[in-house]
């Protein structure tokens, strides 16, 4: 198949309909909980600092990886940071969370907010892709309206 009709080809979705429903409720745990709560009511972004090696983990874990000590003190951390790895989406798919269309293309990647060791995945935000770099800054650009969950985060957008 040739380049040119591979972009002509009409994009078809399969879609399956169950009786079955599946709901699934739970607990974000104390530190998740935390920054899900931050997120929503202050866009902040709060992290988790390991007591022993320093590590700050954003979003938090309840175990430090390298060290397995349990983490104990709250950090804030952003709102800006440094684009770490990233791709451009440029063929389309079906948003699982929308089960629309998503429209392409869009960037996604991994960001280290400044003060965290860890990164942080989402959508990056610029008026044009070409200016998006390994090591371009960037801020987080929270959803209006929040409701204390990943989603809160619309992305982050690229400091010109
Ligand atoms: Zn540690």
Same mark, same amino acid.
């Given at each position: 198949?040739?380049?040119? @009709?591979?972009?002509?080809?009409?994009?078809?979705?399969?879609?399956?309909?169950?009786?079955?429903?599946?709901?699934?409720?739970?607990?974000?745990?104390?530190?998740?909980?935390?920054?899900?709560?931050?997120?929503? $009511? @202050?866009?902040?972004?709060?992290?988790?600092?390991?007591?022993?090696?320093?590590?700050? *983990?954003?979003?938090?874990?309840?175990?430090? $990886?390298?060290? *397995?000590?349990?983490?104990?003190?709250?950090?804030?951390?952003?709102?800006?940071?440094?684009?770490?790895?990233?791709?451009?989406?440029?063929?389309?798919?079906?948003?699982?969370?929308?089960?629309?269309?998503?429209?392409?293309?869009?960037?996604?990647? @991994?960001?280290?907010?400044?003060?965290?060791g860890s990164l942080?995945?989402?959508?990056?935000?610029? $008026?044009?892709?070409?200016?998006?770099?390994v090591g371009a800054r960037?801020?987080?650009?929270?959803?209006?309206?929040?409701?204390?969950?990943?989603?809160?985060?619309?992305?982050?957008?690229?400091?010109?």
């Amino acid at each position: 198949m040739s380049k040119e @009709n591979e972009q002509e080809v009409e994009l078809l979705t399969v879609h399956s309909r169950t009786d079955v429903e599946q709901v699934f409720h739970y607990s974000a745990g104390r530190y998740l909980n935390r920054f899900l709560t931050e997120m929503r $009511d @202050n866009a902040k972004i709060i992290g988790v600092k390991c007591p022993k090696c320093g590590i700050v *983990y954003a979003p938090p874990k309840e175990v430090c $990886d390298p060290c *397995y000590t349990e983490m104990t003190e709250p950090v804030e951390v952003g709102p800006q940071g440094t684009i770490r790895n990233f791709t451009i989406l440029r063929a389309p798919f079906v948003d699982p969370e929308t089960g629309q269309a998503k429209p392409v293309p869009y960037a996604f990647g @991994n960001v280290q907010l400044d003060g965290a060791g860890s990164l942080i995945q989402n959508y990056l935000l610029a $008026d044009d892709d070409s200016k998006l770099k390994v090591g371009a800054r960037v801020e987080i650009e929270f959803q209006e309206e929040r409701t204390g969950n990943m989603r809160d985060i619309k992305g982050f957008r690229l400091i010109e």
